[in-house]
């Protein structure tokens, strides 16, 4: 089963921010927590991930909270390409190494 | 570079054949996963190769089912006497090592009639 919480839907302007939560109140010492998304009839897509500092690339940036209960993928700039399904999902490093995805968040970019 | 490449896109077949779908991992991948994703189920993992051996075979919903690995590359999986409940799409993801990022292929839509 999932691990994670993440709203059934969200909304955004283009041209601006978008934050995405995700609750993973049960997380432990060595789980990672990862962040995908899946664009409509497309293979999901690797976007960030992070044990407790935040992180950002290219495509984002991940805000983990100070007791790792909680995360915000945030995409700075939000363009209509980015509406998509965002999976946030915990993975423990060493241990299953399958991906166990829950039901996301869909995001709608409006123009 | 190429990323992960599934074939066919799409299979239509008919209830109780035999079908085999392939997937080819970006070269150098050591880790290769299959999952499937239907309207009732959501994304679910089926299987995990780490090399050529099957660590992991935990996801797959019946022995009808089955997957092998060789060369440390190419993957088929293979589903014997198909269903209706058996349509879906089926992911196919690798990862340089088990604990790396997965990357995903388009997936092959499996139909059974």
């Known amino acids: 089963d999932a691990k994670t919480t993440q709203p059934t839907s969200m909304d955004c302007a283009e041209g601006r921010a978008a934050n995405l939560p995700c609750n993973h109140s049960t997380i432990s010492g060595n789980e990672y927590v990862y962040w995908y998304r899946q664009i409509h009839s497309q293979g999901p897509q690797y976007i960030i991930h992070g044990l407790k500092n935040n992180e950002t690339n290219e495509m984002a940036s991940l805000i983990i909270t100070e007791d790792r209960k909680s995360s915000t993928l945030i995409l700075p700039h939000a363009t209509l390409r980015d509406t998509a399904v965002y999976y946030c999902?915990?993975?423990?490093?060493?241990?299953?190494?399958?991906?166990?995805f829950g039901k996301g968040t869909k995001l709608t970019v409006n123009p | 570079g190429a990323g992960v490449s599934q074939s066919p896109s799409n299979k239509v077949t008919e209830k109780g054949k035999d079908v085999e779908l392939r997937c080819d991992p970006i070269s150098g991948h050591t880790a290769l996963y299959w999952y499937r994703q239907s309207l009732g189920q959501g994304l679910e993992f089926l299987i995990y190769f780490q090399g050529n051996s099957a660590p992991d075979k935990s996801g797959l919903p019946s022995d009808r089912f089955s997957a092998e690995r060789t060369g440390g590359s190419v993957s088929t999986l293979t589903i014997q006497r198909t269903q209706q409940e058996d349509s879906a799409v089926y992911l196919c993801a690798s990862s340089y090592f088990s604990y790396n990022e997965q990357f995903f292929g388009p997936g092959t839509r499996l139909t059974v009639l």
């Open positions: 999902i915990v993975r423990p490093r060493g241990g299953s190494e399958k991906l166990v």
